[in-house]
C-alpha cells in the first residue's frame, strides 16, 4: 500500500510533467545526436585535410 501512497493527488499534473520531461529529454537526445554527428564529421574532415 505504500506504492499508492506515492502516487501524486494530481494525475494530470503528473501527466503533463511527465509528456514535458519525455519530449525534453528526446530533445536533447537529439540535440546530442546532432552534435556528435557534426562533430565527427568536422573531426574527420580535419583529419582528412591533415593527410
Do not use: A, T, V
Not at 17 to 38: A, M, P, T
Request: some cysteine.
Amino acid at each position: 500500500m505504500s506504492s499508492s501512497s506515492s502516487i501524486p493527488q494530481f494525475p494530470i499534473l503528473h501527466l503533463h510533467l511527465y509528456i514535458y520531461k519525455s519530449f525534453f529529454d528526446s530533445y536533447l537526445l537529439q540535440n546530442n545526436i546532432f552534435e556528435g554527428f557534426c562533430y565527427l564529421l568536422s573531426h574527420r574532415r580535419h583529419k582528412s585535410i591533415s593527410l
